[in-house]
C-alpha cells in the first residue's frame, strides 16, 4: 500500500518562504497539494501529473510552484511571497494506478505570521 510522508511546514512571517516534500512509497500517476484552513473547506493548490503538466489555484499563481523527483517518488511545494491568508493545513495528494484510488498524508501545518 502507497503511503505519503509530508514535510516542511512550520512558521514563517509574511513575505517569507518554506518548501514543503512529499514522498510517496509507491507507485503514482499524480500528485499534488491541497489545504485546508480553519473553517474552511479543503481546497487544491497545486497539482502535478507524471507527464509533468501543471496547474495551480489562482490565489497562489506566481508564489507557488509544484515540482517533483521522479527518482525519488518526491513532490514538493516551494511557497514564496506567503501570506497570513496561507495559513492552513497542507495535504498532499496522490492518485495511485492501477485503480487511480486517492490516497492523502497526514497533513502539514503552516502559519504565516504578519
Known amino acids: 500500500q502507497v503511503q505519503l510522508v509530508e514535510s516542511g511546514g512550520g512558521l514563517v512571517q509574511a513575505g517569507g518562504s518554506l518548501r514543503l516534500s512529499c514522498a510517496a512509497s509507491?507507485?503514482?500517476?499524480?500528485m499534488g497539494w491541497y489545504r485546508q484552513a480553519t473553517g474552511k473547506q479543503r481546497e487544491l493548490v497545486a497539482r502535478?501529473?507524471?507527464?509533468?503538466?501543471?496547474n495551480y489555484a489562482d490565489s497562489v499563481k506566481g508564489r507557488f510552484t509544484i515540482s517533483k523527483d521522479n527518482a525519488a517518488n518526491t513532490v514538493y511545494l516551494q511557497m514564496n511571497s506567503l501570506k497570513p491568508v496561507d495559513t492552513a493545513i497542507y495535504y498532499c495528494?496522490?492518485?495511485?494506478?492501477?485503480?487511480?484510488?486517492?490516497?492523502w498524508g497526514q497533513g502539514t501545518l503552516v502559519t504565516v505570521s504578519s
Open positions: 495528494n496522490a492518485i495511485v494506478p492501477p485503480w487511480d484510488l486517492e490516497i
Open positions: 509507491g507507485n503514482i500517476r499524480a
Open positions: 502535478i501529473t507524471s507527464g509533468g503538466n501543471t
